[in-house]
């Protein structure tokens, strides 16, 4: 497709699992960026990637959160030892088409620990 | 530390209405503002970016303005319809790479 596709489109998952989002940005596109959701609230950064490193992973709440784009397209995050508080939905996005580095949205994953 | 900031956090008019949302931030070193549209359980669509040097953008009956020197943009909607109601979203880009900063949202109703 032509957008930014995320998978799975929801996790249920029990406290204290580890769980993978993954991210497909748009073909082309060097930049990718995680965001976080909760209810009611806008989305705050994570991390981003320009291409397969890292260029700021200040977003990450914890060592329980890591991210990777070893071929410098799909990106996965992880998140070890889930909490109750992880929950909410998880946003990816990527950028790198246009002058303005515009940054386009994929549909999120829904994430509930229970 | 840069904050965004969005007045009202709700908002119910009549359809066919004329109306602004109001998007503010701390810091006017900016280098891009864009907003975005989110529909209930879905992702975010974006409705207009307006680059540091340029003061409003228009795409339909959607027009946004920006003063940097003041910190704010605005959101305004003509001849609002049901089909408007979401939640809208600001964010500035503190710099051409790198993250958004997001306001809270305002979620408007339009009635019939």
């Known amino acids: 497709g032509a957008g930014v596709s995320q998978t799975p489109s929801n996790k249920v998952t029990e406290k204290g699992k580890y769980v993978e989002l993954r991210c497909d940005p748009i073909s082309g596109h060097t930049a990718l960026y995680w965001y976080r959701q909760s209810l009611g609230q806008g989305p705050e950064f994570l991390i981003y990637?320009?291409?397969?490193?890292?260029?700021?992973d200040s977003g990450l709440p914890n060592d329980r959160f890591f991210a990777v784009r070893p071929e410098g397209s799909v990106s996965t995050l992880k998140i070890q030892r889930t909490e109750r508080g992880d929950s909410a939905v998880y946003l990816c996005?990527?950028?790198?088409?246009?002058?303005?580095?515009?940054?386009?949205f994929g549909p999120g994953t829904r994430l509930t620990v229970l | 530390k840069q904050e965004v900031t969005q007045i009202p956090a709700a908002l119910s008019v009549p359809e066919g209405e004329n109306l602004v949302l109001n998007c503010s931030f701390t810091d006017s070193a900016i280098y891009n503002l864009q907003w975005f549209r989110q529909d209930p359980g879905k992702g975010l669509t974006s409705l207009l970016l307006i680059q540091s040097s340029q003061r409003e953008q228009t795409s339909g009956r959607l027009n946004a303005s920006l003063d940097k020197s003041s910190g704010r943009s605005t959101l305004y909607i003509a001849a609002s319809q049901p089909g408007d109601s979401a939640t809208y979203l600001c964010a500035v880009y503190p710099s051409n790479t790198g993250k958004l900063i997001f306001g809270q949202g305002t979620t408007l109703q339009v009635k019939p």
């Open positions: 990637f320009q291409g397969t490193g890292a260029a700021d």
């Open positions: 996005a990527s950028s790198g088409g246009t002058a303005y580095n515009e940054q386009f």
